[in-house]
């Protein structure tokens, strides 16, 4: 039989496992219930509904009316067989059923998306109570790993999708990126108009505070004219405007229920980096200005780029040089 959320293959053949973790409200409606839930569980969907079931909305928020914004119609419900629960109608698959209180088995070892196995830990005991499906119908999957995966897309998604909900909640935030090696959780680096003197650590205590981004581990906070996509340029600001007596900040919080790095399951410590450009009134001497090429210099030298030789990769974009440490690499290998 088929697990409800990790596809992985299970002795019993009408008992499974429902993967609910301690920060998900799946959780917390399973830990508020006096006996059973019901579930039902659509395999094989149109990617916008299949995406919308992982999106971290806030609390009791319906996913299918998030896939219906996006998809710019409603998602088509039937009623289930077995269980009062509707299913999306073009499902490939839906296994339907529920879970008692307390009841509890090992689930375990899978190969997670930190790039790392998952010991087994208990968690609810998912009994099938029907199983339907179209004609000929696909059973789909997604392989994880070490990243970059195919789950990377469905984050990257989360964090341009949910951009503005973040800005409204903590409007002088610029923008925002989840590197995708940092498995999303890991990292964020964020832009901000500061206005204030300790207004990155303010932004730093709210991302903490917001949502599921409350399990990020680093925080990386960079002054508004800097692209949070180019870890470049970001790095730069890391390590040109970061004093590490002064800038950077240790706290402690939730961390992601499969984290394994902290000493405590789901509790460690978090790390603050401030490297937007200081005021006297934040303990910095008087701060130099950046070092900046002159419109008229810039047209002047873009115009020229062929006569003086020198090919550009186009996909680098903005008339930029692409710097690849490859080559370095290869030749430090040597």
């Known amino acids: 039989m088929l697990a409800g959320r990790r596809g992985a293959v299970h002795h019993a053949p009408r008992r499974d496992h429902e993967g609910s973790q301690i920060h998900k409200d799946g959780r917390a409606d399973y830990l508020a219930t006096n006996g059973k839930i019901e579930v039902a569980v659509a395999l094989g969907l149109d990617p916008v509904t299949a995406y919308a079931a992982s ?8 996913e299918l009316m998030l896939a219906g914004f ?5 998602v088509d419900l039937v009623k289930a067989k077995t269980v009062d ?5 073009n499902a ?11 009841e509890l088995a090992d689930e375990g070892p899978f190969g997670d998306h930190t790039g790392y196995y998952t010991p087994p830990e208990p968690f609810p005991v998912f009994h099938l109570t029907a199983i339907t499906m179209r004609r000929g119908a696909i059973y789909p999957s997604i392989v994880v790993g070490k990243p970059p995966q195919e789950d990377a897309w469905l984050g990257k998604a989360t964090e341009r999708i949910f951009l503005p909900a973040v800005k409204l909640t903590v409007p002088e935030i610029v923008d ?3 590197p995708i090696a940092g498995a999303f959780h890991n990292c964020c680096i964020v832009s901000i108009r500061k206005a204030f003197p300790g207004h ?25 004219h800097v692209d949070v996509h180019d870890y470049a340029e970001v790095m730069f600001r890391v390590g040109a405007n970061v004093d590490p007596k002064r800038d950077v900040l240790i706290t402690e919080g939730p961390l992601d229920h499969l984290d394994h790095a902290p000493t405590l399951q789901f509790y460690g410590g978090k790390i603050g980096i401030d490297a937007t450009h200081k005021s006297p009134a934040e303990g910095a001497r008087e701060w130099p ?12 030298v873009a115009r020229r780029w062929a006569e003086y030789g020198i090919d550009l990769d186009a996909a680098a974009g903005n008339g930029r040089i692409r710097q690849d440490a490859r080559p370095l690499r290869r030749l430090l290998r040597r």
Do not use: C, F, N
């Not at 999106?55 to 319906?62: E, G, N, T, V």
């Not at 629960?85 to 109608?89: K, N, Q, S």
């Not at 490939?92 to 209180?101: A, N, P, Q, S, T």
């Open 55 to 62: 999106a971290p909305l806030p609390k009791h928020i319906d």
């Open 70 to 74: 996006l998809r710019g119609e409603p």
């Open 85 to 89: 629960l509707e299913v999306p109608a």
């Open 92 to 102: 490939e698959i839906v296994l339907e059923g529920y879970i008692d209180k307390d």
């Open 176 to 178: 925002y990126d989840l």
């Open 200 to 224: 990155a650590q303010k932004v730093m205590h709210a991302i903490w505070g917001l949502g599921m981004l409350s399990l990020t581990k680093a925080v990386v906070v960079v002054d508004e």
């Open 289 to 300: 200005l950046e070092i900046e090429m002159t419109p008229e210099v810039r047209a002047l």
